[in-house]
């Protein structure tokens, strides 16, 4: 199986910053990346794909980047909904495996 | 627009089994792969496995493989879960989710598994 690794773990921030996420792979998947936001109490939700194509109605302060095993997704302008917990996934060759998510919350 | 609904929780017995189910609307229910993924309190993310909605074939993620079952029903749009011999281990929120990267999610059926 494909391990998926996410940097850090909790990162602390304030409306209108601009976080970094990152995530590895520990083999090659291309760039068969995805990045989903997970509220309290809620589903995921899709953010990415290809690592790097924004999902339809997402908003524009959400970027990823990043092939091979390397991967990262920034966040530009902090909104309140935001403070979430954000999650990889790699879908290149099953199984479909996850990182272990990194929580914003609030400096 | 699209969805997947869920049915609603469960709570189960040690040794049971339980099965869920996720009912497509909104689009061609055979076109999208459905997966199942759950997630313990507090914890992370964790993909049980795939279903072909076209032809019904399956991929399970090995620590399921044993246990669990996935099935559909075309008539309905309908795809279901069954996982038995149930843990307390196994007491988390079950989601159903589109494709291979999930574009679309359940809202979740929580089991409890307690004695």
């Known amino acids: 199986a494909i391990w998926m690794t996410q940097s850090p773990s909790l990162v602390s921030a304030s409306t209108g910053d601009t976080v970094t996420i990152s995530c590895r792979s520990s083999?090659?998947?291309?760039?068969?990346l995805a990045w989903y936001r997970q509220k309290p109490g809620r589903a995921p939700e899709l953010l990415i794909s290809?690592?790097?194509t924004l999902f339809s109605g997402v908003s524009s302060r959400f970027s990823g980047s990043g092939s091979g095993t390397d991967f990262t997704l920034t966040i530009s302008g902090l909104q309140s909904e935001d403070f979430a917990t954000y999650f990889c996934?790699?879908?290149?060759?099953?199984?479909?495996?996850f990182g272990q998510g990194t929580t914003v919350d609030i400096k | 627009q699209v969805q997947l609904l869920q049915s609603a929780a469960e709570v189960k017995k040690p040794g049971a089994s339980v099965k869920v189910s996720c009912k497509a609307s909104?689009?061609?229910?055979?076109?999208?792969?459905i997966s199942w993924v759950r997630q313990a309190p507090g914890q992370g993310l964790e993909w049980m496995g795939w279903?072909?909605?076209?032809?019904?074939?399956?991929s399970y993620a090995q620590n399921f493989q044993d246990r669990v079952n996935f099935t559909r029903d075309i008539s309905t749009s309908t795809a279901y879960m069954e996982l038995r011999s149930l843990s307390i281990d196994d007491t988390a929120v079950y989601y159903c989710?589109?494709?291979?990267?999930?574009?679309?999610w359940g809202q979740g059926t929580p089991v409890t598994v307690s004695s």
């Open positions: 989710a589109r494709g291979s990267y999930f574009d679309t």
């Open positions: 909104g689009y061609n229910f055979r076109d999208r792969a």
């Open positions: 279903l072909s909605a076209y032809n019904g074939g399956t």
């Open positions: 083999q090659d998947i291309i760039t068969s």
């Open positions: 290809a690592a790097s």
């Open positions: 996934q790699q879908y290149y060759s099953f199984p479909w495996t």
